[in-house]
């Protein structure tokens, strides 16, 4: 994968209301200063979204807290044109990475873990979904120290390697 070529950035989960809206919300706080990358369209979704649906409350307050607001936030179902429209997918969990890869083979050279992306030994970031707001907070800090991790790693150039 050639990092010049990333202008759009999918994350997912599975319902779209808790880790892949806080990792949206969270990755453009940390690129929209950077020259380099505060262009990049960052947008996600959720494997099982049948209506649309805000962000937990755990989840705003959770950032709110950082600054960063996601109220406004609306769940957003996977689809084939965001798959492919998407220049780098990131998932939560393994099961979502083999979701997007069952949805479109084609999609696997692009899609990962946000974990193994950056390299962390372990793949999945658990979900927060019906805890209280300490874990959303945990969660929220766990997904922020992984995408310092992405941002380097677009960065330096060492996509996919």
């Known amino acids: 994968?050639?990092?010049?070529?990333?202008?759009?950035?999918?994350f997912i989960c599975t319902g779209n209301t808790c880790r892949s809206s806080m990792a949206e919300g969270l990755?453009?706080?940390?690129?929209?200063?950077?020259?380099e990358l505060k262009n990049i369209e960052?947008?996600?979704a959720g494997?099982?979204?049948?209506?649309e649906t805000k962000a937990t409350k755990e989840?705003?307050?959770?950032?709110?807290?950082?600054?960063?607001?996601i109220k406004k936030y609306k769940a957003t179902?996977?689809?084939v044109d965001l798959i492919n429209n998407s220049d780098l997918i990131l998932t939560m969990t393994y099961s979502h990475k083999l979701r997007v890869i069952n949805m479109m083979p084609v999609a696997r050279d692009k899609t990962y873990t946000l974990k193994e992306f950056v390299k962390d030994d372990d793949l999945d970031i658990l979900d927060p979904f019906g805890s209280e707001l300490e874990q959303y907070k945990r969660c929220a800090?766990?997904?922020y120290n992984n995408l310092i991790k992405l941002k380097e790693v677009i960065k330096t150039g060492t996509?996919?390697?």
Request: proline share 2%.
């Open 1 to 10: 994968m050639d990092d010049t070529l990333i202008k759009s950035i999918l």
């Open 27 to 35: 990755f453009k706080k940390i690129i929209e200063n950077d020259e």
């Open 42 to 44: 960052i947008l996600s």
């Open 47 to 51: 494997t099982n979204v049948f209506f």
């Open 59 to 69: 989840a705003i307050m959770a950032l709110k807290e950082l600054n960063i607001d």
């Open 77 to 79: 179902p996977i689809s």
């Open 141 to 143: 800090a766990e997904i």
């Open 159 to 161: 996509l996919g390697k």
